[in-house]
Every structure is written in structure tokens, then in C-alpha cells.
């Protein structure tokens, strides 16, 4: 008997190691823009895109190009959080900055609570070019597993 609960607990645990993982991206995008211009939100998507319709593979043979529409690709469902610009008309500001960090703990906290892990985080810039150069981003991706 307690060999068969060993092979059951075995077979068992060695299931869930073989269910496939999903994952899901959310992206903060903070606007660096001076005196507080712009848009600050976390974006996750509702609906889900298959990446292989819109792929086309290029070959010395065969080079035609992607035909792929951008309309079928955008996402019209989606959750836009709104967050707070890091810059007002006085320069940076902390108390934003602060207030962005609340509600994104508060968003991954949510994430965590509802089965997912946060596996990853990624960030990157996009800023000031010069004086002609009034944009600026600061984007996070936040990609989660189960």
C-alpha cells in the first residue's frame, strides 16, 4: 500500500511539472515629459493574439513581404490603469512617482493573489532627443507565469 502511494504521489507531482505554462505581459508607461504633459498608464490586455498569423518567414527564394493588418492585430479590449506623469509644471515629482509605485505593487499584488508569478520585469527609455524633442516614455513590461 504504501508503495502505490509513493507511485501516485510520484506520478502526481511529475504531472503538474508537464502542464504547459502560460504567461501574460502587462506594460507601465510612465510619460517623462516636462511640465507634466502626456499620459501615464498600465495596460493589460483582454484578448489574446496568436503571433503565427501575423508571421511570415523570409528566404532568399521567397522575400514577400508581411501582409499581416494592422487592424487584426490591434487589441480593442484591454484595462487602461491610469498613473500619475513623473513631472508637473514645478519639475519631478516624488509624490507621483510614489503614488505609480502604490498602484503597481497593488496590480502585481492582485496578479500574485490570482495565481500568477511575477517571472520577469523589463525597462527600458525612450527620452529627450534635444530641443526639438518633446517626447519621452519610461516603459516596464511585467511578465507573469502559471
Not at 493574439?49 to 493588418?69: A, G, I, M, P, W
Amino acid at each position: 500500500m504504501k508503495k502505490v502511494l509513493l507511485v501516485a504521489g510520484f506520478l502526481f507531482t511529475a504531472s503538474l511539472s508537464l502542464q504547459a505554462q502560460e504567461y501574460k505581459v502587462i506594460t507601465s508607461v510612465e510619460s517623462i515629459i516636462s511640465s507634466g504633459l502626456g499620459r501615464s498608464r498600465i495596460i493589460n490586455a483582454l484578448e489574446e493574439r496568436d503571433y503565427k498569423e501575423y508571421t511570415s518567414v523570409q528566404t532568399n527564394d521567397d522575400n514577400t513581404r508581411n501582409k499581416s493588418k494592422r487592424g487584426d492585430i490591434r487589441v480593442k479590449n484591454f484595462e487602461e490603469t491610469k498613473l500619475l506623469n513623473f513631472f508637473n509644471l514645478g519639475g519631478i515629482r516624488f509624490q507621483n512617482i510614489a503614488a505609480n509605485d502604490a498602484v503597481i505593487s497593488s496590480m502585481i499584488n492582485d496578479m500574485i493573489a490570482n495565481g500568477w508569478e511575477l517571472a520577469f520585469v523589463n525597462s527600458a527609455v525612450e527620452s529627450d532627443g534635444g530641443e526639438d524633442d518633446s517626447q519621452g516614455i519610461f516603459i516596464t513590461r511585467y511578465i507573469f507565469k502559471k
